[in-house]
């Protein structure tokens, strides 16, 4: 789902919270990831309905 340069991009702030595991990281990307896809459909239906 992440390319590796895109892992490179937040393993200084991962590090920073204790994540130093590549293979950590990248589940805690992807748990983000699917966590933002979550609200942004959440607020998509959200305003579907007001409209």
Do not use: A, P, S
């Not at 590090?15 to 979550?38: A, M, N, P, S």
């Not at 959440?42 to 007001?50: L, Q």
């Amino acid at each position: 789902m992440f390319t590796e340069e895109e892992l490179k991009e937040y393993e200084g702030q991962l590090k920073q919270l204790g994540i130093t595991e590549d293979k950590k990281q990248k589940e805690v990307l992807e748990y983000f990831y699917q966590l933002g896809k979550i609200i942004y459909n959440v607020n998509i239906n959200r305003y579907e309905e007001e409209n």
